[in-house]
Every structure is written in C-alpha cells, then in structure tokens.
C-alpha cells in the first residue's frame, strides 16, 4: 500500500495558487531534494517532468514506473521517458539527464516556457525534436535569459543576474559543468543568481493579472505556456495569439500614472497660454 498523494503538478500548483517567486524557489529546493535522494539511493528516475510531482505541503516525486538502478544504465532504451524533457545526445539513462529534464522544468516554471520550444508547434518526430535540441543549445539560439526582451520576463527576474542565470542553465542542458551532476549545487547557483542584490525589490511580486486583466481567462502570468494549462485551456482559448505574456499590473499602473500627469500637465499648459480660461 502507498500513501495517497493530492495536489495538482508542480506548474498547475504555483499557478492556481498564485504563488510569488520566493515560493517557488522554494519548492524547487524540496523537489530538488527528492530527486538528489533518488540519485543517492542509486536510482534513476527518467521522467523528470512537472507532471510527476505532486503536492500540496510539499512535492512529491511520483511515477518510478520506468525508473531504473544506475547498474543498468548502458544496458537500457536511451529513448524511454517524455521527448520535451530527453537529452539530444541520446546519452544513456543517467543523473546527468535526470538533471537535464530537471533543469528544463526549472525554466519553464521561472520563464512561463519551453526554453526551446513553443508548445503549439513541437516536432511530432522524437529524432527531428532532438535534432532541433542539439541545434538550439550548440548556437544558442534557446531562449537564454540574457537575450529576453524584458517585456516578456516575469517581473520578479527583472532584477536578476539573467548573464548567471544563462550560463548556468547552458552548462545544465550541455554538461558543460560537472559540478552540475549534483543537482543541489545546480539549484544553488540558480537561487543565488536570482536572489542578486538588484533583484531583491522584484522578488515578492506576484506575475499574476487578474481575470478582468486578460479577458476572463484564468491563466497565471508564469504559468500560462506550460503543456498543462495548454491541454486544460487550448480549446476555448486563442493561445496562438496570446504569445506575449500579459503586462504585469504593477507596470500597468505606472503607465496609467504616467497617463494621469502628462494630461492633468498639458491641461495647465494650456490655462497659462489662454489667460482667459483661468
């Protein structure tokens, strides 16, 4: 008998609860733990994707069905586990792609995407996918951070070492680091390089528009490209239409601010230049 897990996936959960970036930090440092136990125990999960982990007061690692010991690593399919979330070097089963697939939900949970891929328009082949992959990360033409317009981060990486931040997820999707094989030391770099002194203003900001915001559809700033929110909404929604994220409300403010003094200031402009009005 196992113990019943409730809770939605991880993307869903900070969606739907509007969760600000310290708290999701925060869950990643609990998944994180899960999978490096699984690592320690000497088993290899191969299914590293948001929707095996689950919870509510804290994530659990779910789905060891094509789990495997690292003894048989260079025995075993190199192809089994979901496309999206497969090295493109077709490398054996390892922790190094546990933690590649690991580091690719950490961005599409930071970033609100596939960091190669839009959802709408995956290769339907798994060769033509990875072959695309190894393409993408070799000329990095990925979306890297650094290369963002900052209108499409989330607010609270506004303020964030984003130079860090791609080189760390660069060397975490090409094993360029192998200090990246523990993947606690992965999300300690990324924590410190989101945590950098600049972005400490940003970091309690909650992306999250309200409905009357976006047209009556409850999608979370973050969240609203990942394959779950697609799957649940894609049919009532134009998701095809709607790639660049919602301004955040705190910048729509300012803007209405700005609006507000630039008229109530060319309304006095124009008292000064007509005595007679006064």
């Not at 993307?11 to 899960?34: E, G, K, M, T």
């Not at 239409?241 to 301004?247: A, C, D, Q, R, V």
Request: hydrophobic share 40%; aromatic share 10%.
């Amino acid at each position: 008998v196992m113990e019943l897990v409730d809770g939605d996936p991880i993307d869903a959960y900070c969606q739907s609860h509007q969760l600000d970036l310290d708290s999701r930090l925060n869950l990643f440092v609990q998944a994180c733990d899960a999978v490096h136990h699984a690592h320690q125990k000497g088993v290899i999960h191969r299914d590293i994707k948001p929707q095996n982990i689950h919870g509510i007061d804290s994530p659990y690692l779910l789905d060891f069905s094509v789990s495997i010991p690292v003894s048989e690593s260079q025995t075993t399919d190199k192809n089994v586990g979901t496309p999206l979330y497969l090295t493109s070097n077709k490398l054996p089963p390892s922790i190094h792609t546990d933690n590649y697939a690991f580091a690719i939900m950490t961005y599409e949970i930071l970033f609100g995407r596939h960091p190669i891929f839009d959802y709408l328009k995956v290769p339907k082949s798994v060769d033509d996918l990875l072959d695309y992959t190894a393409q993408a990360l070799e000329r990095k033409t990925w979306h890297c951070p650094d290369k963002l317009d900052e209108a499409l981060l989330p607010v609270n990486l506004k303020g964030a070492d984003l130079d860090a931040i791609t080189t760390i997820f660069q060397n975490s999707f090409t094993f360029k680091d192998d200090r990246y094989e523990d993947l606690t030391v992965f999300v300690h770099d990324l924590i410190e390089a989101i945590t950098d002194s600049n972005n400490l203003p940003y970091l309690n900001a909650i992306p999250v528009p309200t409905e009357e915001e976006i047209g009556g559809v409850s999608f979370g700033y973050v969240s609203r490209f990942t394959p779950h929110i697609v799957e649940n909404h894609g049919k009532d929604t134009d998701l095809g239409l709607s790639n660049k994220p919602t301004e955040p409300p705190v910048m729509r403010r300012k803007l209405i601010g700005f609006a507000v003094v630039f008229i109530f200031l060319f309304l006095v402009l124009i008292v000064l230049m007509n005595p007679q009005l006064g």
